[in-house]
């Protein structure tokens, strides 16, 4: 690496969820960016957000005063891509740009959705309190996973009356995926032309998740164990790419100031410092101002939905109570 790239790689930050389960990070969405820039050879600093446990712009990349969001413009992959910071995938003329492109689609797809169930439906909430809400009081924790497990109920378009059918389509798909994706790979070290590319970033992060998240007992993970050469295709890369010890510019720390605004993708990133040195007051900007205003408005928010889970499903519990009275639990006089 040049001195100037050296310069330029020392500016660049990935952001993403906490580490855990052995790995860097066990959030899903951001094992394959962090793998991606692991197989481009980029140097980065690692931090942790822990200060928006249930935001889709996580992970996010910071690059000089700018900062890419996962939520915008394709995703961080894509912003790197197009930003000539790291760009691993082949183009259109290629003769195998079809096959790639039909593979990435299935793994964003069929495979991204068995992953989104497995965490907030098919699971109890342990595992994905531990990756999105460790840091959060037990009662909010339970709230906001309550919360996101709807939503994405809502999202699959998951009722009570369709669930058997609708978790058996998903796992099919799940099955069908992993069967295209054993033939594509085969016995070979990478997916195409024996590198690695964006498909091999998101397909290890997936598999990684499977082999060392999700429980034994998961749907998924059984049947992903059914294919050879998928589990010695990702032990083999998670030794070659992340065991051992990280390098120095890649070690992990806490975040406490993320940006949550959406309004273009290249935007100002902030810095922040493990050690602060003690300054001199002086009086506060207009966008600390801000920034603290939301805070309140952040933790105020997040008492009322406490409260307001606490009434609703009170209230629940209480109408079921009644509704079993009149159907015949009731004491006779």
């Known amino acids: ?17 906490k580490g855990g389960f052995g790995l860097a990070t ?12 692991r197989f481009a050879n980029i140097a ?18 910071e690059y000089g005063y700018y900062v890419a969001f996962n939520n915008e413009k394709g995703g961080v992959i894509e912003t790197l891509k197009q930003e000539g910071i790291a760009d691993l995938d ?16 299935l793994i964003n797809t069929w495979l ?36 996101q497990s709807q939503a994405v109920k809502r999202r699959l378009g998951i009722t009570d009356v369709n669930a058997s059918e609708r978790e ?17 790979l085969g016995d070979q070290s990478f997916f195409f032309e024996d590198r690695p590319t964006s498909v091999d970033a998101l397909f290890l992060g997936h598999a990684l998740f499977v082999l060392h998240v999700l429980p034994d007992t998961s749907v998924l993970r059984i049947d992903f164990l059914k294919h050879d050469n998928l589990v010695k295709y990702a032990e083999n890369l998670k030794r070659q790419f992340l065991d051992g010890e990280l390098p120095a510019t890649s070690i992990p720390r806490s975040h406490f100031d993320a940006s949550t605004s959406k ?11 493990s050690k602060p040195k003690p300054k001199p007051k002086r009086e506060k900007t207009e966008d600390e101002k801000i920034f603290r205003r939301r805070g309140k408005y952040f933790f105020v928010a997040q008492v009322v ?20 009275d009149e159907d015949g639990f009731a004491y006779d006089d």
């Open 1 to 17: 690496m040049s001195d100037v790239e050296a310069e330029r790689s020392g500016n660049f930050v990935l952001v993403t969820r």
């Open 26 to 37: 066990a959030c899903p969405s951001c094992l394959p960016v962090y793998l991606y820039l």
């Open 44 to 61: 980065f600093n690692l931090l942790y957000d822990v200060t928006n446990p249930d935001s889709d712009h996580i992970p996010y990349f």
């Open 90 to 105: 082949p183009k259109a003329p290629s003769t195998y740009f079809s096959e790639w492109l039909s593979t990435k689609a």
């Open 112 to 147: 991204a959705t068995a992953i989104e169930y497995e965490i907030w439906v098919a699971s109890d909430s342990i595992n994905a309190c531990k990756i999105y809400f460790s840091d959060l009081p037990w009662l909010l924790a339970k709230v906001l996973y309550k919360k």
């Open 168 to 184: 058996e389509e998903i796992y099919r798909n799940a099955t069908l995926a992993y069967v295209a994706s054993s033939l594509r």
């Open 263 to 273: 309004s273009n993708s290249r935007r100002k990133a902030s810095h922040w410092s």
């Open 305 to 324: 939905a406490v409260l307001v889970f606490l009434s609703l499903f009170g209230g629940v519990e209480r109408a079921e109570l009644q509704d079993g």
